[in-house]
């Protein structure tokens, strides 16, 4: 899990309050923070990143909504600048889940069982891909074209 600066903790506890004083805890197994804040790297053009496991049977489409215009209230940004991670997502990228759950901070863990389980699913997954890609060569064949682009582009 990553460390987090004076400013994350800050914004750390400010997620944390809204999930907790606003009931979110009855919607979501845990949360985390991830992303620029959390890498040191924040600035004005950044988001603030959150991965959110919800628990089964939410509606998330009708709770994803009011939790970011939550937390862009309390953190005093506009709503496009909260970005929100379903962890449910199948669909989610091996990468974001794996950013979030190995190098991010838990904001609000609802479930340490379920929590322990999804870092390791992640870093199962993430070792999975990075396997698939370097033995089907994608690697090189990343490196090649990005360096034939380099040329081109002045």
């Known amino acids: ?87 449910n997502d199948p669909l989610l990228p091996f990468e974001v889940r794996f950013r979030a759950l190995a190098q991010g901070v838990p904001v609000y863990i609802g479930d340490r069982g379920v929590f322990i389980r999804e870092v390791v699913r992640a870093i199962s997954l993430y070792g999975d891909y990075q396997v698939f890609l370097r033995v089907n060569g994608f690697n090189e064949l990343i490196k090649r074209r990005i360096g034939g682009l380099r040329g081109s582009i002045k």
């Open 1 to 87: 899990m990553g460390a987090c600066s004076e400013q994350c903790l800050r914004v750390l506890g400010v997620v944390r309050d809204i999930i907790i004083n606003n009931n979110y805890k009855d919607f979501i197994q845990f949360a985390v923070l991830y992303g620029s804040l959390v890498y040191g790297v924040f600035g004005p053009l950044s988001d603030v990143d959150v991965a959110v496991l919800f628990r089964d049977g939410v509606d998330i489409v009708d709770v994803l909504p009011m939790l970011i215009s939550d937390l862009a209230l309390a953190l005093g940004v506009p709503e496009d600048r909260v970005d929100v991670a379903v962890l």
